[in-house]
């Protein structure tokens, strides 16, 4: 591997995009399911599409697919527009969140199944099958019917079954969905591995903004309908560029203000939600005096009882709320603006000598680079 | 000893204890729900078709009822009589008219639960994709000539089909023929009045399993390639297999029994073991021999479908 090729291909000038999403627009009727979404995706990439349900990820994904056609817009894969190729002909796979395995074949035959479309050899279609199957660690199933198995393993002869054509780009819908938590986290970092393993193209559509942020090269946050973000999980989750994605990706606490010094390099705001003057060390495109939001997530405040030595960022509230959740704490701390604010502690300590306890009145504090401005 | 007979005792004990509490154990709810159904059963199939396969062993005879008793007791010599005849059922195997009857009648019922399949199978398939409020009015409209009397209805197609019925003359209108057609009568006039009679038993049925067949399914296969006609074929139409046993239970079970419909539409020579029994009981007023008609279609007819349903069940688990 050269040095070169480190660097991700969507941060590489000229890349050649895999997948090319150029202006779709999907209507129900009157209803707008997919809003004029360009999207760029490229070879080898894990890309996540994150959204609430009825944000119009699945719909985005279905046309991929091939189930839905566009109402308008154009969808290029490896070059070639698919407007008009039929599923059945595209070089793509789909993993269904139900997994629509079918009952009545065992799941050796579910796997072959897209083999046999092709009509590969047979001799060659047991030694694929058999291999896929040592793959997913399910060998001793292979003679069962989809209803014989468990969730997990359900999951495995689907991931299976999508994977046996070696198609250029796979489609995942909610794929760990139906899984419970312990599996979940197992299977996100084997489908990681998986993926990498077999340089295929996933894209995987998700609600789960945990789940996208384990497995993907790149989220794309959608909501009504538009992708609002595109970025790196650490970036969106870090610095996200709107309300939408701070408020969807993870807590935040939201204070409202106003702009009132905007240098090259910072921006000072008066917030009276705030109770405090808040300093945030990145420059924004605004009008003076403009309202904004300034955005700060839980883990990133710092709690005192003593008050900091420090003109911004300060704020004093009463805690009203404790969770204890085994590796952390949650306070929710209300402010004489009555503004609720979430703060999320490590237990560092086994035992605290001097815990913070409801109805203690502390400081809420934060670095100038911790904070993030929204406009939108 | 003692100690041997001690454990035996113990032993019986046990059981005893054991015999007990699964009395205690029988689920009195679960008994009751299986008891109605099993009671009607009883009533009004076990135990009718033991007095069928019991007229079927006796002998005809002029009185009323027009059979001789199998019990008969001798009071004066104490004796008591019971005389079986099973001459009724060897002479079912020797004239081959009723084995031809059960042959032809066999024939006329799968001819037309297969074209019953075939128009019904469409239809179910239109309904189940439609959107649900059509798909009641839809459903509907194939149970509507229920509230019609069936004899009404078969009476209906004669006019159809007779020769100056409504198709030969449009036949002729259009001057596709010259001469009306021998249409009633027919064999071909019993196939349209079963397919039509029995119709809505087949939709109804594929209908239900159709309904359920999860859409993702057929995605899934073409996704992997699979042509939509072959999605149909290997996943569509094996998932529906439950759905085409039942409807075509339900329509060949009655259409080997047909009596009325060959009777009205089918020539006189169109056997069939319903028109068989019929004279039998009515013409030759032979009950015995009747009823030995009626055991053996019963015997031919459901034992080979508890097969097929075992079997099936099996495979299941």
């Not at chain 2, 439950?242 to 056997?271: H, N, Q, R, Y």
């Amino acid at each position: 591997m050269t040095q070169e090729s480190k660097i991700p291909l969507w941060k590489q000038d000229g890349a050649k995009p895999f997948i090319q999403i150029k202006n779709i627009t999907k209507k129900f009727g009157e209803f707008t399911a997919v809003d004029n979404v360009s999207l760029d995706i490229f070879e080898n990439e894990l890309f996540c599409l994150l959204g609430g349900s009825g944000s119009g990820k699945s719909t985005l994904l279905r046309m991929l697919a091939g189930f839905e056609t566009p109402t308008s817009g154009q969808i290029i894969i490896d070059g070639v527009d698919m407007a008009n190729i039929d599923p059945w002909d595209r070089p793509i796979n789909m993993m269904f969140q139900s997994y629509a395995l079918f009952p009545h074949m065992s799941v050796f035959k579910n796997i072959a199944f897209g083999l046999k479309r092709d009509k590969v050899a047979k001799k060659e279609i047991t030694q694929r099958v058999n291999e896929m199957l040592k793959m997913m660690q399910i060998e001793e199933f292979a003679d069962r019917k989809p209803a014989q198995l468990s969730g997990g393993q359900r999951q495995r002869v689907a991931l299976a079954r999508a994977l046996i054509k070696r198609p250029k780009l796979l489609l995942l819908d909610e794929p760990l969905g139906a899984l419970d938590k312990k599996l979940r986290e197992e299977t996100q970092f084997e489908l990681v591995n998986i993926q990498d393993k077999l340089g295929v193209t996933f894209v995987v559509v998700t609600h789960d903004q945990e789940e996208a942020m384990t497995l993907a090269t790149r989220i794309g946050v959608m909501g009504n309908g538009v992708i609002t973000q595109v970025d790196e999980p650490r970036d969106v989750y870090e610095y996200p560029r709107s309300r939408f994605v701070a408020e969807f990706v993870g807590s935040i606490n939201i204070f409202e203000g106003r702009v009132f010094e905007d240098q090259a390099d910072f921006v000072k705001i008066d917030s009276k939600e705030a109770g405090s003057k808040l300093f945030v060390n990145h420059s924004i495109n605004c009008a003076p005096n403009q309202k904004v939001a300034v955005a700060i997530r839980p883990e990133k405040i710092r709690v005192s009882r003593k008050k900091p030595d420090t003109e911004y960022n300060c704020l004093y509230g009463k805690i009203i709320d404790i969770a204890y959740m085994g590796n952390l704490s949650i306070f929710r701390v209300k402010l004489e603006s009555g503004k609720i604010v979430r703060v999320t502690l490590p237990n560092l300590v086994r035992e605290n000598q001097n815990p913070l306890t409801w109805d203690d009145m502390i400081y809420l504090s934060w670095d100038n680079d911790s904070s993030v401005v929204l406009i939108s | 000893m003692s100690k041997t007979t001690g454990t035996l005792w113990l032993g019986q004990f046990d059981t005893i204890r054991t015999k007990f509490d699964l009395l205690r154990k029988v689920r009195w709810g679960r008994l009751s729900v299986i008891s109605i159904p099993s009671l009607w059963l009883a009533i009004f199939f076990f135990i009718p078709f033991l007095v069928v396969f019991k007229i079927s062993l006796a002998e005809p005879a002029i009185a009323v009822p027009p059979y001789t008793d199998l019990f008969i007791w001798d009071a004066d010599n104490a004796i008591a009589e019971i005389k079986l005849k099973f001459g009724n059922y060897l002479y079912l195997w020797e004239d081959s008219f009723y084995l031809d009857a059960y042959l032809s009648s066999v024939k006329i019922a799968a001819i037309s639960t297969f074209f019953t399949l075939l128009i019904g199978f469409p239809m179910a398939y239109y309904i189940a994709g439609k959107k649900s409020s059509t798909r009641t009015i839809l459903l509907t409209l194939v149970i509507l000539p229920f509230w019609t009397s069936f004899l009404l209805r078969v009476y209906a197609w004669m006019g159809f089909l007779k020769k100056n019925g409504i198709v030969n003359e449009f036949l002729q209108a259009i001057g596709l023929i010259d001469q009306p057609i021998q249409m009633l009568q027919t064999d071909f006039a019993v196939y349209i009045g079963i397919v039509y009679t029995y119709l809505p038993f087949m939709i109804l049925p594929l209908y239900t399993t159709l309904e359920k067949l999860d859409g993702s399914l057929i995605e899934a296969a073409k996704d992997l390639g699979a042509t939509p006609v072959k999605a149909f074929f290997l996943v569509t139409l094996p998932m529906c297999m439950p759905g085409i046993f039942s409807g075509c239970l339900l329509v060949f079970i009655p259409a080997v029994g047909e009596f009325v419909i060959p009777a009205l539409l089918g020539a006189s020579d169109t056997l069939m073991i319903g028109r068989v029994l019929w004279d039998e009981f009515f013409q030759n007023r032979d009950w015995p021999m009747a009823s030995a008609v009626a055991t053996v279609m019963l015997v031919i007819l459901v034992v080979p479908i508890m097969f097929l349903r075992t079997g099936k069940n099996e495979e299941k688990q």
